[in-house]
């Protein structure tokens, strides 16, 4: 693959790379250090105190958005590689492919139909007997035929679940 980087996402990866090493940390160290030797001289002024305060705010400040831009860069590269084991795998639902995608309520259905295949799985105790919640069903229904009336009328919701 080309580099098609700009200068500025080349600097800001640099900087992530060097600001979570042993030297950052060390440098971060001998300030800290060279800052305390300090106090002395300037008498514990307000003036030194503030030069702390200042420099470690400003610091944080643009911290916060070097890790915001590495986690989102690590996120969506984990969220390509789920992809693409999804879409590889045969028998995989391509429905939770871009699963981050979807609304904070489309995610709860998601989660709850994937419960419900969890707790059918239980119930037959096979956890990897079935890829989806309709092939779960569906196997469900033809093990046991009183069953299927049952699971019928459970999606009416004329039957609570256990």
Not at 13 to 42: D, E, Q
Not at 62 to 87: C, G, T
Not at 92 to 108: M, Q, Y
Request: net charge positive; hydrophobic share 45%.
């Amino acid at each position: 693959m080309q580099d098609h980087t700009s200068a500025l996402e080349r600097f800001a990866h640099r900087m992530t790379v060097w600001t979570g090493s042993t030297t950052a940390f060390v440098a971060a160290l001998c300030v800290l250090a060279a800052w305390l030797l300090t106090g002395p001289i300037f008498h514990w002024s307000d003036t030194w105190q503030l030069i702390i305060n200042t420099g470690t705010t400003i610091v944080t400040f643009l911290m916060v958005f070097l890790i915001q831009r590495a986690q989102n860069k690590d996120s969506l590269a984990i969220h390509i590689k789920l992809n693409e084991l999804i879409a590889a795998k045969h028998g995989a639902s391509n429905r939770l492919l871009n699963v981050e995608e979807f609304s904070e309520e489309d995610l709860r259905l998601l989660h709850d139909v994937y419960a419900r295949l969890f707790t059918m799985a239980r119930r037959d105790r096979d956890i990897g007997a079935a890829h989806s919640v309709e092939e779960a069903e569906e196997r469900s229904a033809h093990k046991t035929p009183s069953r299927k009336n049952t699971l019928a009328l459970r999606r009416k919701g004329s039957v609570p679940n256990r």
